[in-house]
C-alpha cells in the first residue's frame, strides 16, 4: 500500500520513487549519489543492486551513525576483531543496543 501525499514537492521522479525521503545532514550526498546511481543502473544491463551496492552500504552506515553514534562506535570498537570470551559477550552486548537503538527510530 502507497500514499501519495500532495506536499507540493513539484516535478516527480518515477523511476527513484525512494529519492522521495529525504535525507538531511552529513547524509546527503551520499543519498544524492545513490539516487543517481539508480537512475543510471536503470538505463545499463546491470540491476541497481549490484551497481549500487557500495553507495547503498556508505548511506545505511551514515543514516546508522547519525542515529546512534555511540552504539555504532562501540560496535566498530568491539567487534572489529576476534578476541577473548570478554570481548565477544561485549560485542554482542553492543550490538544488541545498536539494534536496541535503531528500533527507537522506527
Known amino acids: 500500500m502507497s500514499r501519495s501525499g500532495g506536499g507540493g514537492r ?3 521522479q ?10 538531511p545532514g552529513p547524509c546527503a550526498s551520499t543519498h544524492r549519489a545513490l539516487a543517481e546511481c539508480h537512475r543510471r543502473a536503470a538505463r545499463g544491463p546491470l540491476q541497481p543492486e549490484v551497481l549500487c551496492r557500495h553507495l547503498n552500504r556508505a ?8 542515529c546512534c553514534p555511540g552504539e555504532t562506535d562501540a560496535v566498530r570498537t568491539l567487534c572489529g ?3 577473548t570470551a570478554l570481548k565477544r559477550s561485549q560485542c554482542e552486548r553492543a550490538r544488541i543496543d545498536l539494534s536496541l537503538c535503531l528500533e527507537a527510530h522506527t
Open 10 to 12: 513539484g516535478r516527480q
Open 14 to 23: 518515477p523511476e527513484a520513487e525512494s529519492a522521495a525521503v529525504p535525507v
Open 59 to 66: 548511506l545505511a552506515e551514515c543514516v546508522v551513525s547519525m
Open 81 to 83: 576483531s576476534s578476541g
